[in-house]
């Protein structure tokens, strides 16, 4: 409520309505590039359609990401 009154949105409601794939998500699975690619395998496994949030620590990370798009 007080992001709200202050002018914001969240971003989220839950844990159910995107994925975010945080920088320990990118640590385990050793790439930001293999993260999004098993994200995007659970997804289509269970028929899913939703947005996916990626935390990025360098502007690096940011290009990594946005060359994975697709």
């Given amino acids: ?9 969240n971003h989220r409601i839950g ?8 920088d320990n998500h990118i640590d385990f699975s050793e790439s930001i590039e ?5 994200v995007e395998d659970y997804l289509q496994k ?7 949030v990626i935390e990025a620590r360098t502007i690096e990370d940011v290009k990594k990401m946005c060359k994975s798009e697709g």
Wanted: hydrophobic fraction near 50%; proline fraction near 0%; avoid cysteine.
């Fill in 34 to 38: 293999e993260a999004i690619s098993k």
């Fill in 1 to 9: 409520m007080a992001v709200k009154i202050g002018g914001g949105e």
């Fill in 15 to 22: 844990l159910f309505d995107m994925i975010m794939i945080k």
């Fill in 46 to 52: 269970k028929s899913l359609d939703l947005k996916i």
